[in-house]
């Protein structure tokens, strides 16, 4: 089946650091990759869509120059969280679609601004 | 933005009994596919309905759908204590980007041994 890795899965960072999240299609052409922002208890709201080889398309509210997404190749996002604050702290997922394929998510990074 | 609600939002119950969990959702539909997310874990994908579908089984899962009504339901038979996880449904749909999907609110289940 489709295997989608997501690193790491934990990180800390001091504020005002940057923060990169590699998402990873093991054995799919992901053509789309979608980034998900998680806080506790809650459902998964989505941040961004990103289409390999094009600008990713945000949602409304989400900070296009604080959360960078690079979708490079077929094989590989990147979510780089930028100048992160305490308030940036949450679980980050991301999930990889090939053509007219279904959605394979990653296991998610676990995010900690101190 | 969140698709709709799901409910209830916790639910407790003994091994060995039966949970339902509802989800329903606001705009139209290609499917709708519920998750199972284990603590701090990714998502797992579980079963997919399609839009002119109403019911669908898959081993001790039952999935319906009301495309009238807007909503669906998931119902695991004989629980056990591994099926303790949060539960979200989540319609694919178009969006600005193409089609992505949308979570519900999510359901957290606790199945006591």
């Known amino acids: 089946g489709a295997v989608v890795s997501q690193h790491p899965s934990r990180v800390i960072c001091k504020s005002g650091t940057s923060v990169k999240i590699e998402c990873r299609s093991l054995d799919f052409q992901a053509t789309t990759m979608f980034w998900y922002r998680q806080f506790p208890k809650q459902s998964l709201m989505l941040m961004a869509t990103s289409n390999e080889g094009s600008k990713a398309t945000y949602e409304q509210g989400v900070e296009k120059d604080k959360f960078l997404i690079n979708h490079a190749s077929l094989t590989l996002s990147t979510l780089t969280v930028t100048s992160a604050h305490p308030e940036d702290s949450s679980f980050y997922i991301c999930?990889?679609?090939?053509?007219?394929?279904?959605?394979?998510f990653g296991s998610g990074t676990r995010l900690t601004v101190v | 933005s969140q698709q709709g609600e799901e409910d209830p939002q916790a639910l407790s119950i003994q091994e060995g009994e039966n949970a339902t969990m509802n989800c329903s959702y606001k705009t139209s539909i290609n499917n709708l596919q519920w998750y199972r997310q284990n603590s701090g874990r990714g998502l797992v994908h579980l079963i997919l309905i399609r839009s002119n579908e109403r019911e669908k089984h898959s081993g001790r899962l039952r999935v319906t759908l009301d495309t009238s009504k807007k909503s669906s339901s998931l119902l695991i038979t004989a629980s056990r204590a591994a099926d303790t996880a949060s539960y979200f449904c989540?319609?694919?749909?178009?969006?600005?980007?193409?089609?992505?999907?949308?979570f519900g609110g999510g359901t957290r289940l606790m199945v006591k041994p």
């Open positions: 989540a319609t694919d749909d178009w969006g600005n980007a193409g089609n992505m999907l949308t």
């Open positions: 999930s990889a679609r090939a053509q007219g394929g279904g959605y394979t």
